[in-house]
């Protein structure tokens, strides 16, 4: 589900690394895999984490796929979970709103965890020049 979105987003990032630095990295004598550990992937970083970080947010919020597809309640996202608390004569807020905040606790501490990249990644191929 996420592979279209992140292809689509990674393009810019991997049109982002002027072909000058690896040129200038090879002309100092670097080889090839030098190159891409020491010039390439340093740029290209941030919107790796960027995509990654989006994609995650994609995966964990999925609930079509999810409902349909996963047969046991084990195998089912959390998302799926949270239905569960809507029924058909009532909805309990109590536990839906717990469960909810729980759910959401993992990605805050992602996006936490990784804000600087991410907010270098969704610049990185914003910029034409």
Do not use: K
């Not at 982002?16 to 895999?33: M, N």
């Amino acid at each position: 589900m996420t592979l279209p979105f992140a292809v689509i987003v990674l393009r810019p990032v991997l049109r982002g690394v002027p072909v000058e630095l690896e040129e200038a990295a090879l002309v100092d004598g670097c080889g090839l895999p030098g190159v891409v550990r020491h010039v390439v992937l340093p740029v290209m970083v941030p919107g790796l984490v960027a995509v990654a970080g989006l994609s995650f947010l994609l995966a964990w919020g999925e609930f079509v796929f999810g409902l349909t597809l996963a047969d046991r309640p084990d195998v089912q996202p959390v998302t799926v979970l949270l239905n569960t608390f809507v029924g058909q004569y009532g909805t309990s807020w109590g536990p839906l709103m717990a469960t909810a905040t729980l759910v959401s606790v993992p990605v805050v501490c992602i996006f936490a965890i990784f804000q600087r990249f991410i907010v270098g990644g969704l610049t990185a191929g914003g910029v034409r020049g």
